[in-house]
């Protein structure tokens, strides 16, 4: 830890208030951070399953309502998989504006990097730059797999012509669309969560 001035003596009244004067918005952002990993995966733990979940990964924001009728868009265009009786899909929603408080940009950087670690999304919303890190992780069905339309870098779509989004509020010069792919011990279930995951990015691409 770097010293500023002259140090108290540990645990004294002095010494707590030369490190809250000195530390304390390491020590926000530290706790900050803890919080949302534990916060994470408590979510992760105790997911219930839905029909399709998806990721908005961008440094472009999204109001609560559009982030809402993102979710009935979804639920409007994909089957109910988990044959539960209704259709639920769920939003990872990741703000991702480097303008932001620097803490609340670390937070979302770290809840980035865990749910690339842990995501049980199988559509991901992304712009030009958390694409390029989503094609280092290898994680993507290959766009020709699942769509005619002409793909960014093999596996992205562009959906800057996408009046779906656009409708409900959402920016969309610099968004793509991709898919995840499945993974040798996946099961039906979550074949069947692809196969939702492909029938909502072709509606948002205009495919169907």
Known sequence: MEVYGQ???RFTKEWWEYF?????????GTIFVL??????????ANKKHYDLQIDYISETGMTMQAQDQLVALMEKNIDDVTENGKIEGFLTYLDMNKNSDPQYVQAMVTKFTLEMGTTESFVFLVSKDYAE??????????????????????????????????DIGV????????VLKLSDSDNEKKQLEQKNGIKFAKFLIGER
Request: aromatic share 14%; glycine share 0%.
């Open 20 to 28: 809250w004067d000195y530390y304390k918005w390491h020590t926000i």
């Open 171 to 178: 920016k969309t010069d610099d968004l793509y669309v991709c």
């Open 35 to 44: 919080l949302l990993v534990v916060s994470t995966i408590t979510e992760c």
């Open 7 to 9: 140090k108290p003596k």
């Open 133 to 166: 890190q989503l094609l280092e992780a290898e994680m993507l069905v290959k766009a020709k797999e699942w769509c005619d339309a002409e793909p960014y870098k093999d596996y992205f779509i562009s959906l800057a012509d996408c009046t779906a989004l656009k």
